[in-house]
C-alpha cells in the first residue's frame, strides 16, 4: 500500500486543493497546519464568545479558551462587557478559573495581584517604589455585541465588524434577544479538529440516517437548502417578510457568514420530538403561525437556529489538532417558567441527541483520516455544497494570511 507524507507544505497544499474533495488528512492531523490554524484565523478573526445576557449585572463573568489563549469577558461598573487575556501580568498565572460568576475585582490566586473591572492593576504586594501600575494592567480584547450576540478578537487590529452587523441587525430585531434567558446550556470536547466538526454542520448527507430525532423536523438539509421546490420556497420567505421577519437568503462576499430562513416539515413548528412548540412565550414578535428557523452560520466559531419559541446558539473552540469544545445553549423568553411555560426535557431533547451523534460521527472522522492510507474522497454537489463553501472559506484565508495578507 501507498504511505501518505507526514509533512506537508502549506501553501502548495492548499493551492492545489481542487475545492470537489476535502482537504489532505494532515489539515486535520498536522500539530503545525494547527498551530497556523489558530495564527492567521482564531487569533486574528471574530469568534462567538456567549451572550450578553449571561452577564446582567456589573462583576458578573465568563471565561473561555481559544487555542492556547485562556479569555474573561466581565460587565464592568459602567454596564460595558470588557474582555481581557486572562493572564495575570506578574508571572502568568490564570486569573479566573471557573467558567462563569461573579466578582469584585480580579484577584490573582498565586501572589494576589488585583485588578478593577476595566483590567487596571491597583494592588501589587512588595513592590519597588519605582513599579508603574499603568504598566501592568490586563491585556485588553476587542469586544462587539450585536443583539447580545458577544464576538472578540484577538488580534491588534480586528477586521471589521460593521459589515456583518448591518446584515444581521435587520434579521435579529424581530427577535426578543435582550427578553431572553439561557434555560439549559451544555459542553463537551469532541476528539476531532474543528474543521472537521464544522464540515458535519455544514451538511446533512448524513442527517437522515444519523440523525432520527432531528430529521423529523424538517423538509430536506438543514445546511441551507429548504427541500422547498423554488416557487414553495419563495412563497415561505414572501409570507415570513410580510409578517416582519426577514427571510431571504443573504451571506458575506467570502461566505464567512449567510442567514436564511427554512421551513419546518408540514405541522412542525419547533426542533421537538413531537413538532409541537417547547415553549408557550415566542421570542419573536411576528404574527406568523409557523416561522419555521431562521439559520445562521459564522466561520470559524458558530451557528444558530432561531425558531419562534426558543433559539439555539452553539460555540465550537479549538483546544487541539484533535480536540474542540461544542456549547451549546437554549434561549428562551425570560418570562418563561421552568415546569409550566416549558419542559426542559422536551426543550432540548432533539439538541442532545443530535449533538452526541454528531459527537460520535466527527470522531469517527478524525480516528479514520489519521490513517496513512486515507485520500480525500469526492464531495456529493448536491448533499455536501456546505462543506465546499467552508473550504472555499478556509483556503482563501489561510493562503491570504499565510502569503502575508491582511
Known sequence: MKIASTSIDLISALENHQGSTILDREFYTSEQIYQQDLQQIWYRDWVF???SIELPKPGDFITLQIGDCPIVLVRDREGDIRGFHNVCRHRGSKLCTETKGKTRNFICPYHQWSYDLTGKLFNARSMSDDFNYDDHSLIPIHVEVISTHIFIC???????????????????EPYSLADCKVAHETTEVENG???????????CYHCHKGH??????????LAGNSGCADTELTQFWDECEQGGLPS????????????????LAPDFHSYTLDGKPAVAKRVHSSDVENSGALLLYHFPSSWYHYLGDHILSFR??????????????????????????YQLDHLTAVWKATNEQDKTFVELVQKGVSSPVFKPGHLSEI????????????????????????
Open 193 to 203: 479538529n474543528w474543521k472537521i466538526v464544522f464540515e458535519n454542520n455544514r451538511e
Open 383 to 406: 448533499e455536501e455544497s456546505g462543506v465546499t463553501i467552508f473550504l472555499k472559506w478556509y483556503r482563501k484565508t489561510m493562503l491570504e494570511r499565510a502569503k502575508g495578507g491582511s
Open 248 to 263: 431571504k437568503s443573504v451571506a458575506a462576499h467570502d461566505n464567512q457568514y449567510r442567514l436564511m430562513r427554512v421551513a
Open 316 to 341: 465550537a473552540l479549538p483546544l487541539a489538532h484533535n480536540k474542540t469544545e461544542l456549547t451549546t445553549k437554549w434561549l428562551v423568553h425570560k418570562d418563561a417558567v421552568e415546569g409550566e411555560d
Open 212 to 221: 432520527p430525532e432531528l430529521s423529523k423536523s424538517f423538509v430536506d438539509d
Open 154 to 172: 484577538l488580534a491588534e487590529n480586528p477586521p471589521s465588524f460593521d459589515v456583518f452587523r448591518q446584515a444581521a441587525q435587520r434579521y435579529f
Open 49 to 51: 464568545a456567549g451572550h
